[in-house]
């Protein structure tokens, strides 16, 4: 029976194993570790996550742990996989970010369509957390992680949200313009109830 991933545990042979991966000449396969792991920190922290270091460590005990599977089938260089499954980790962080950030809205709000309920200003930032609501997950996050930088928005940032959603800047652009006015319609809807 396979163990957990819960359950699984690095090893200093599973270690090893790693490094032998990397490079067959030991010295070398250390400066490889060392290098990558400074890009994942480094990759890490470009996309704005807490705990760089941590979760760079992470996704090297995911290679390791996945390495028995795909050792004799993967070619190329070694950092390139480590690279995808950093990716991996960092859209599960933002997931996590978001699920604590943005909770679920109440179902029992006072239904915004009704005047004199809430002001203006309220009535719309209901309706948008509820079209929000309505949103697939992965649209629902890519919306939140584009405006949580608020007005401060740079070109870093969206360099950096474009790497994690695996696109282009340009491409960041349009799914936004378009989510931007799939949103306007169903408030525009939602107010007017």
């Known amino acids: 029976m396979p163990k957990r991933v819960e359950d699984w545990e690095l090893t200093g042979e599973a270690f ?3 490094l032998d991966w990397l490079d067959a000449d030991r ?18 922290n470009c996309r704005g996550c807490a705990a ?9 005990n995911r290679a390791i742990r996945q390495l028995p599977s795909i050792e004799e089938s993967y070619k190329g260089d070694p950092a390139n996989y480590l690279y995808g499954i950093a990716r991996l980790v960092a859209l599960e962080y933002f997931n996590r970010q978001v699920k604590r950030d943005g909770g679920p809205v109440p179902e029992d709000l006072p239904d915004p369509s009704r005047p004199g309920e809430e002001d203006e200003r309220e009535a719309i930032s209901r309706c948008l957390r509820r079209c929000l609501k309505k949103l697939k997950p992965e649209k629902r996050k890519l919306f939140i992680l584009y405006y949580r930088e608020g007005n401060r928005l740079n070109l870093d940032h969206r360099k950096s949200l474009a790497e994690v959603f695996g696109c282009s800047i340009n491409a960041l652009r349009i ?19």
Do not use: V, W
Request: include cysteine; charge should be negative.
């Open 16 to 18: 090893e194993r790693f």
């Open 27 to 44: 010295e070398q396969a250390g400066r490889k570790y060392e290098a990558t792991r400074r890009g994942l920190i480094t990759l890490f």
């Open 52 to 60: 760089a270091e941590d979760l760079a460590d992470e996704a090297i």
């Open 175 to 193: 799914q936004m313009h378009r989510l931007n006015e799939d949103l306007r319609l169903c408030i525009a809807d939602c107010r007017g109830r």
